[in-house]
Nanobody, 127 residues
Framework: QVQLVESGGGLVQAGGSLRLSCAAS????????MGWFRQAPGKEREFVAA????????YYADSVKGRFTISRDNAKNTVYLQMNSLKPEDTAVYYC????????????????????WGQGTQVTVSS
């Protein structure tokens, strides 16, 4: 089992920045990758970014590329999402997730690939 706890959400004006954190505990040695997803009211949960737990290689959705940065600190079992130049359309509940598939060799963007999820943290960007 892997437990994930997000923090760092809040209210920010357009153009501002926030940093989300996701602390992992439990069988973290089995994690292949960590991902961030978000869900706005009335919309499907969508992929934002992912990072390889071992190599640190990132992958981003086109909508956040150049504005968001995903990183991890293996010693702290924590993954971060630095969000800059925020826009009102970034408003959503942000979830972190863990992919524990031992056969995975590439980062994936589908929700079904991720085995464990945090409870989510609200990000609201005002115009």
């Amino acid at each position: 089992q892997v437990q994930l706890v997000e923090s760092g959400g809040g209210l920010v004006q357009a153009g501002g920045s926030l940093r989300l954190s996701c602390a992992a505990s439990g069988r973290t040695f089995s994690i292949y990758a960590m991902g961030w997803f978000r869900q706005a009211p009335g919309k499907e949960r969508e992929f934002v970014a992912a990072i390889s737990w071992s190599s640190g290689s990132p992958y981003y959705a086109d909508s956040v590329k150049g504005r968001f940065t995903i990183s991890r600190d293996n010693a702290k079992n924590t993954v971060y999402l630095q969000m800059n130049s925020l826009k009102p359309e970034d408003t959503a509940v942000y979830y972190c997730a863990a992919d524990r598939n031992p056969l995975r060799v590439v980062l994936v963007t589908t929700r079904e690939a991720y085995d464990y999820w945090g409870q989510g943290t609200q990000v609201t960007v005002s115009s």
